[in-house]
């Protein structure tokens, strides 16, 4: 004899072959599921306020009353008062949150304002405001301010702030990380997920 003629080699390839697309599944599955958990869990401390723990600086009394911090006392004096609960930094932005995984790249996943469901408005948004960016201002916002100013009731706490000075030539919106301290305060919680959730996907177990 010349060779070892071992038989049987084709099954054991396609066996091989099923348990590798078994794994690529089981992968494939825990990573979205923890894809969709930490997506939840950014939309929820984006409505808190604090991404990863981290509390965002507090609005500015300009930015407090459009987002209808006390809604009805700028009207008028003696107008009936109706108080809205102060809503925190990019609390909108929240609605926007996705998680994405890119076709052909199983174990690749984002979370945050990513993927082709997410709007490029929203894309450029959270990426100016997690920069910071300053606007100039220019004299129709001068006067659209003056305006406003002056349809408060003299009363208002906030009136004072719509009369802007003279030297006031732009408005500075401070940086607001999010995606940086939301992944330093769960990235190893995430891979423990992983982790388990492939394990038990693997042995069999819905996840």
């Known amino acids: 004899m010349l060779s070892v003629e071992i038989r049987g080699m084709k099954a054991l390839a396609r066996a091989v072959s099923s348990f590798q697309k078994q794994e690529r599944k089981a992968l494939n599955v825990a990573v979205r599921v923890e894809g969709f958990r930490l997506m939840k869990r950014l939309k929820r401390e984006l409505r808190q306020g ?71 408005s929203w894309k450029r948004i959270m990426k100016l405001q997690q920069e910071g960016f300053s606007a100039p201002v220019t004299d129709e916002i001068r006067r659209e301010f003056v305006r406003r100013g002056a349809a408060m009731a003299k009363r208002s706490l906030n009136r004072r702030y719509f009369f802007l000075r003279k030297t006031t030539t732009r408005f500075r919106t401070p940086a607001r990380p999010v995606i940086d301290p939301f992944w330093r305060a769960h990235r190893e919680e995430a891979w423990r997920n992983i982790r388990n959730n492939y394990r038990r996907k693997l042995s069999g177990e819905r996840i």
């Open 50 to 120: 604090r991404p990863g723990g981290r509390p965002f600086s507090k609005l500015r009394r300009i930015s407090g009353y459009y987002e209808g911090k006390r809604l009805q006392e700028e009207i008028a004096p003696g107008a009936k008062k109706v108080y809205r609960r102060n809503r925190k930094a990019l609390v909108r932005a929240a609605t926007a949150v996705r998680y994405f995984i890119p076709k052909k790249k199983e174990t690749e996943m984002h979370v945050g304002w990513t993927g082709p469901a997410v709007s490029k």
